[in-house]
């Protein structure tokens, strides 16, 4: 079974980030919103270990929180809520990282 | 406030008639909490109150229904720890029920 | 069929409500008889560690009541094996009886459940 990974908190405050991408499974994925889209900012250690994850199509951030953040990034896919909602019933369960 | 007087002692009780301090138990106690809930404590009772009361010295908490069962099933073999057994003693409701007279604080995963 | 649920609990035990919280709804849905796991990983496996004692910090001993999880039902207790090491425990003196996963056992763990909550 598939799942979305939802993650809020800044990837410079704690390791959920690196956490989930240690057990992400092939199909999983995971969507960034509030401060962990900052883990989207360039030149940044958690933006390495997003990129070397190689999540295409599989990484996705909330768009109103990046612009809201300053964050500009092709890493990730912007979403905005009602794509957000898609997602969340694409995926057989989603995880919350509360 | 709720209470109950046994010897000279008044002791404090929640709404639900559970001891407001757990060091305030003593066999007579649990005997004048019997009473209120029209019980008289019977060896059958005494067993599954010290049950209880080993539940709660190795957890810290105090055991829902299943738990109670499969615990009391444990120290006391199976033809006590059944749901009909502890209902028959304890008025149908045996986790609450039980709880209430060993001493221990109102269990919080119970219907 | 109940929809089963696999609760990671991920918090240190004594620090904030997290690491209760996590076993408050392991040991309520294990009472209603819930088809249940949890794992513990990150500063989670902390709460396993042995000889803890609370008793200094006027807390609820958390410790003791992780210790009432088969009886409440929920006998599929599993821990990281990356968290564990990171942290210098010794996945054999842990205070629970948990099966040990690396991180490909544990996507293939979340994969399993019906529906995944991470506190």
């Known amino acids: ?98 | 406030m709720n209470a109950l007087t046994v010897g000279e002692h008044h002791i404090a009780l929640d709404k639900d008639g559970f001891l407001l301090d757990l060091q305030d138990w003593s066999p007579a106690v649990a005997e004048a909490l019997a009473e209120r809930e029209g019980i008289a404590l019977s060896p059958e009772h005494w067993e599954v109150l010290e049950v209880l009361r080993g539940f709660y010295q190795e957890y810290q908490l105090s055991p829902a229904t299943r738990p109670l069962i499969k615990y009391t099933a444990l120290k006391l073999g199976v033809e006590k720890g059944n749901s009909p057994h502890l209902n028959r003693l304890f008025n149908g409701t045996p986790a609450k029920l039980a709880a209430k007279l060993a001493g221990l604080p109102k269990p919080t995963n119970c219907i | 069929m109940a929809k089963s649920l696999l609760i990671i609990s991920r918090q240190a035990p004594w620090s904030g409500p997290s690491a209760r919280e996590a076993l408050d709804i392991a040991l309520a849905g294990g009472a209603f008889d819930l088809p249940l796991g949890m794992l513990f990983m990150d500063d989670g496996v902390f709460q396993l560690a042995a000889a803890q004692q609370p008793a200094s910090l006027q807390l609820k001993d958390l410790a003791a009541n992780l210790q009432a999880l088969p009886m409440f039902g929920v006998e599929k207790l599993f821990v990281c094996a990356h968290s564990v090491a990171e942290r210098g425990l010794d996945p054999a003196s842990l205070s629970l009886p948990v099966e040990v996963l690396d991180d490909a056992a544990l996507a293939a763990l979340i994969g399993r459940y019906d529906q995944v909550v991470t506190l």
């Open chain 1, 1 to 98: 079974m598939t799942t979305l990974h939802v993650i809020s908190h800044s990837p410079f405050g704690d390791n959920r980030l690196a956490s989930c991408l240690r057990l992400l499974g092939t199909d999983d994925a995971i969507l960034l919103c509030g401060d962990a889209v900052y883990a989207l900012r360039a030149g940044t250690a958690p933006q390495q270990l997003l990129q070397t994850a190689r999540l295409q199509h599989r990484l996705f951030a909330l768009a109103e929180d990046a612009q809201a953040r300053a964050i500009d990034s092709t890493l990730a896919e912007a979403v905005d809520y009602p794509a957000f909602v898609e997602l969340s019933l694409r995926f057989d369960k989603v995880n919350s990282w509360l």
